[in-house]
């Protein structure tokens, strides 16, 4: 992540907190039934936006990696949106990535 937004400066990091929690119930609730990934509600919500606007929600989830929740753009990192769909717009592949940045295959369930 440090990477991507060293890379080009008008790539920017926001990190949200919704009265008091670093998770809304709507993403919680929505991540619990689409994703599967263990304690959402103690994830911490952070949105990527990169140099042409494309905008990401992630997850820091409390094993270090990453939830691609939400895209919404050409590209979520060095990724095109083909790699996750054929069809453009919001998109919620809910998948994981590790520090490395590379996909994890499934999450784990326990």
């Known amino acids: 992540m440090n990477d991507y937004l060293?890379?080009?400066?008008?790539?920017?990091l926001y990190i949200h907190y919704f009265n008091n929690k670093p998770i809304n119930d709507?993403?919680?609730?929505?991540?619990?039934?689409?994703?599967?990934?263990?304690?959402?509600?103690?994830a911490i919500t952070f949105e990527l936006v990169n140099e042409n606007n494309d905008t990401s929600l992630w997850l820091l989830l409390t094993d270090s990696s990453v939830l691609l929740f939400r895209m919404n753009g050409e590209k979520v990192l060095n990724?095109?949106?083909?790699?996750?769909?054929?069809?453009k717009g919001d998109l919620y592949p809910c998948l994981r990535f590790d520090k490395e940045g590379n996909v994890l295959s499934n999450p784990p369930t326990n």
């Open 6 to 12: 060293e890379e080009n400066l008008n790539r920017k």
């Open 26 to 42: 709507y993403v919680c609730n929505h991540v619990s039934t689409a994703c599967i990934i263990r304690q959402p509600q103690k």
């Open 79 to 87: 990724f095109p949106y083909t790699d996750f769909s054929s069809i």
